[in-house]
């Protein structure tokens, strides 16, 4: 294992391990001219007017600490963003025109879940303090999502994951994109809908439908028979925006620094966040949120990790001003 360690500050929770900052990302080299790639990394942007809309929320599940609350009115600028993640396929289209290498290649390991892992790979690998279902594993990267003997080919339309915020900024530099703000992500997750637990409504499961990909089980343990995991970018139903995978799946990167009561007295119009920070804002939850122990897949809901961090349930998707 690298000597890079998991560090004992950085929240460790279900949601997300993280490391303290170490180094800071090299930008990824930009080509000389833009390519056909780094275009067809803008295919399929959904043009949204902005305008306000009811931002945060109030919901028992809610924590605290996450600063969720108040609802407030917010009102967002025209932009685009991305029907669905940014997924392995793409990924390596940048890798491989630029070079990157990420922050989890650079560091040596990363955060793994560990009913994902192998035998052989739990056996040399390190848990997380306090949330022994999170393992350092050297190896990992969004090449091999689970360490060691995974291979990101056979997931090539599942979301990218071990990538750290500067690689998601290294991939939007590279495709003329940026990552949303939290404003717009929240905005563009209702999909039109106010004061939702869900982009779709209220109820979880209407009709019994599955809407979104979330543990199956009680959380860490998986239900008899359950394939937990990612799911690929555009396997649900999208939200009134034409947006997949908005909530569960995996969390997603925004631009903003995070704070849990900045919004509070902050702007309200086109916010951007605090002015700076230890953490960026994540959204949406992931594959490993659950009622049991934490269901951050709520819209409103909100997380962070240290912007060197990587883990097997983080990704992002790609905005870009109109």
């Not at 390519?35 to 605290?64: H, Y």
């Not at 599942?158 to 590279?174: E, G, K, L, M, R």
């Not at 139903?237 to 995070?258: I, K, M, Q, S, Y």
Request: net charge positive; glycine share 10%; charged share 20%.
């Amino acid at each position: 294992m690298s000597d890079a360690r998991p560090s004992g500050d950085p929240r460790p929770s279900c949601c997300t391990p993280g490391r303290s900052t170490l180094a800071l990302a090299s930008p990824a080299p930009r080509p000389a001219a833009e390519s056909p790639a780094a275009r067809r990394a803008r295919r399929g942007l959904v043009a949204l007017p902005g305008g306000a809309f009811l931002m945060g929320g109030d919901d028992p599940d809610g924590i605290a600490a996450d600063g969720e609350g108040p609802v407030r009115e917010v009102t967002v600028r025209p932009f685009e963003i991305s029907r669905a993640t940014v997924s392995n396929a793409e990924f390596a289209s940048f890798v491989k025109e630029t070079g990157h290498v990420t922050e989890a290649e650079r560091f040596g390991f990363s955060f793994v879940f560990d009913g994902f892992l192998t035998a052989e790979v739990r056996s040399v690998s390190e848990a997380v303090p306090g949330t022994p279902w999170w393992r350092a594993v050297a190896g990992a990267t969004w090449r091999a999502p689970s360490g060691p003997g995974s291979d990101f080919r056979a997931l090539q339309q599942h979301p990218v994951t071990q990538v750290s915020w500067h690689d998601a900024a290294a991939y939007c530099a590279w495709s003329g994109t940026r990552l949303p703000t939290e404003a717009e992500w929240e905005y563009a997750a209702r999909g039109g809908l106010e004061r939702k637990r869900y982009p779709w409504g209220d109820e979880l499961a209407p009709r019994g439908r599955e809407m979104l990909t979330i543990w199956q089980g009680d959380f860490p343990r998986a239900a008899p028979g359950a394939r937990n995991g990612t799911s690929p970018v555009r396997s649900h139903r999208p939200n009134g925006f034409g947006l997949h995978h908005t909530v569960g799946n995996v969390w997603e990167w925004c631009a903003d620094w995070f704070s849990p009561d900045h919004h509070r007295t902050g702007p309200r119009e086109a916010p951007t966040g605090p002015p700076a920070g230890t953490a960026r804002v994540m959204r949406g939850g992931s594959h490993l949120c659950h009622v049991s122990y934490c269901n951050r897949y709520r819209v409103a809901a909100r997380s962070s990790n240290t912007p060197d961090s990587s883990t097997g349930n983080i990704g992002f998707r790609v905005a870009r001003s109109r």
